[in-house]
């Protein structure tokens, strides 16, 4: 299985500012995704990370919001931008290889907005 | 859209009880995933499903794939106070489609 890493693991955030949160994995994987859980909640995909190209949102998620990157195959970053209570959530990084059709998920970050 | 129906919402276990949570789906599943989240964790992958009928174990974890591919089941037996948490199924309708997740079945020790 792959190991994830995410940075930072929690924060806590003024209204109206952006957090970036990164994610690292030890070897190259076909896809990366970025899922939201609310708290209490089960998880929702934010969106695919497309290698050089511009992510894939679900509906409801928007690139203003939600930027992405994801520079190489093992490396993507996600932004909260403008962020309001509302956001506080965990954001997890997840990947996923096309080989074995298993998907693995980051420790999370916590973010709490204030 | 898709429905992952995930019950228990809630379970209380006792120790050496066995355990059994289900989902059900609208739609047809060509994989099935079974994840634990522990508080402050990200979701661990516990097992996966490729094939109808399929029945898959992980130590005292067995998960089967249903016939019509539109449900799974996840037991644990004789269980253990490090079993309490979140189960969460998945389900993929194709490879490479995003995954769907249940709702989440949260086992909890009887007091």
């Known amino acids: 299985s792959a190991v994830i890493s995410q940075k930072p693991s929690r924060d806590i955030c003024q209204r109206g500012t952006s957090l970036t949160i990164q994610c690292q994995v030890d070897?190259?994987?076909?896809?990366m995704f970025w899922y939201r859980q609310q708290p209490g909640q089960s998880l929702t995909l934010i969106a695919t990370?497309?290698?050089?190209?511009?992510?894939?949102?679900e509906s409801g998620f928007v690139i203003d919001k939600f930027p992405i990157s994801r520079p190489n195959l093992t490396f993507s970053t996600l932004t909260v931008s403008n962020m309001s209570p509302e956001d506080s959530s965990i954001y997890l990084c997840?990947?996923?290889?096309?080989?074995?059709?298993?998907?693995?998920f980051g420790p999370g970050t916590r973010l709490t907005v204030l | 859209g898709q429905q992952l129906n995930q019950s228990p919402q809630s379970m209380f276990i006792q120790e050496g009880e066995d355990v059994s949570m289900n989902c059900t789906s609208s739609?047809?599943?060509?994989?099935w995933l079974w994840y634990k989240q522990d508080p402050g964790e990200g979701p661990v992958l516990l097992i996966a499903?490729?094939?109808?009928?399929e029945l898959t174990s992980n130590g005292r974890l067995t998960a089967q794939f249903g016939i019509t591919r539109k449900d799974s089941f996840l037991n644990i037996s004789a269980s253990i106070p490090s079993d309490v948490g979140i189960y969460f199924c998945?389900?993929?309708?194709?490879?490479?489609?995003?995954?769907?997740f249940g709702g989440g079945t949260r086992v909890l020790v009887k007091p």
């Open positions: 998945a389900g993929r309708e194709a490879a490479g489609n995003k995954l769907t």
């Open positions: 070897s190259q994987v076909t896809m």
């Open positions: 739609s047809i599943f060509n994989t």
């Open positions: 990370a497309n290698q050089g190209s511009e992510a894939t949102y």
């Open positions: 499903l490729y094939k109808a009928g």
């Open positions: 997840s990947v996923a290889s096309a080989s074995t059709d298993t998907q693995y």
